[in-house]
Antibody, heavy 118, light 110 residues
Framework: QVQLQEWGPGLLKPSETLSLTCDVSGVSFSGYYWTWVRQPPGKGLEWIGEINYRGTSNYNPSLKSRVNMSVDTSKNQVSLTLRSVTAADTAFYYC????????????WGQGILVTVSS | QAGLTQPPSVSGNLRQTATLTCTGN????????AAWLQQHQGHPPKLLSY???NRPPGISERFSASRSGNTASLIISGLQPEDEADYYCSGWDTSLSAWVFGGGTKLTVL
C-alpha cells in the first residue's frame, strides 16, 4: 500500500532553515501531486504547498516567500525547505498524497515534530 | 489566509447521530465541495470522505457527507466512543489557488 515517511532534524534555532524529506513507497510517484501540511501542537492544520514529479509547485501565499519544495524522482522523495524559521514554525509536519480529482489528501505520513527554540 | 469555518466543538450521545458542518464560499466549497478528515490525538489525519461525498476504501458506512451551497456536512451515525476525535474539512480555493482547511471540530461522544 502507499506509505509516506517524513524525516529530518527535529530541533532548529531561530533564523535557521528547516529541511525535511518525505519518502514515498507503494505507488507510482509520477502520477500525483505531493503536499506538505503542518500543525502546531494543539492547533489546526495549515497547508504549506504541493509539488508534482515535474517540479510544478503551488505554495501557500502566506509562506511563499520562505518555502521551496523539490522532488527526486529517482528516490521517490519530496523535500521541503522553510527559511528563516521562528518559534511560530514549531509544528508537526506531514506529507501526503494529493488526489486532485477528488480534492482530498490520502494517505498521510506519520508526521515529524520540528521545534524551533534558542 | 481565509479558510473554511467549522464549529470548535460538537457533542452527541452514544449510538445517536452527529452532524458537523463546514462553511466556505463560492470559491471553494460551493465550487468543489469539501473533503473530511478525522484525527485522533497523537495520530496523523485520516481521510474519511472525498469532496464528491464518497468514502475511501475501508471507511465505515457510518460516515457520510453532503453539501448544500457553501456548506458541507459530515454526518456520523451510530456514534461510538472511538469516534471522539478532531474533524477537519478541506478544499481547493480557486481565488487563492491554494488548499484551505477548516479550523477543526472536536467531537465528544456522551
Amino acid at each position: 500500500q502507499v506509505q509516506l515517511q517524513e524525516w529530518g532534524p527535529g530541533l532548529l534555532k531561530p533564523s535557521e532553515t528547516l529541511s525535511l524529506t518525505c519518502d514515498v513507497s507503494g505507488v507510482s510517484f509520477s502520477g500525483y501531486y505531493w503536499t506538505w501540511v503542518r500543525q502546531p501542537p494543539g492547533k489546526g492544520l495549515e497547508w504549506i504547498g504541493e509539488i508534482n514529479y515535474r517540479g510544478t509547485s503551488n505554495y501557500n501565499p502566506s509562506l511563499k516567500s520562505r518555502v521551496n519544495m523539490s522532488v527526486d524522482t529517482s528516490k521517490n522523495q519530496v523535500s521541503l525547505t522553510l527559511r528563516s524559521v521562528t518559534a511560530a514554525d514549531t509544528a508537526f509536519y506531514y506529507c501526503a498524497r494529493v488526489l486532485r480529482s477528488l480534492f482530498g489528501f490520502d494517505p498521510w505520513g506519520q508526521g515529524i515534530l520540528v521545534t524551533v527554540s534558542s | 489566509q481565509a479558510g473554511l469555518t467549522q464549529p470548535p466543538s460538537v457533542s452527541g450521545n452514544l449510538r445517536q447521530t452527529a452532524t458537523l458542518t463546514c462553511t466556505g464560499n463560492s470559491n471553494n466549497v460551493a465550487n468543489h465541495g469539501a473533503a473530511w478528515l478525522q484525527q485522533h490525538q497523537g495520530h496523523p489525519p485520516k481521510l474519511l470522505s472525498y469532496s464528491n461525498n464518497n468514502r475511501p476504501p475501508g471507511i465505515s458506512e457510518r460516515f457520510s457527507a453532503s453539501r448544500s451551497g457553501n456548506t458541507a456536512s459530515l454526518i456520523i451515525s451510530g456514534l461510538q466512543p472511538e469516534d471522539e476525535a478532531d474533524y477537519y474539512c478541506s478544499g481547493w480555493d480557486t481565488s487563492l489557488s491554494a488548499w484551505v482547511f477548516g479550523g477543526g471540530t472536536k467531537l465528544t461522544v456522551l
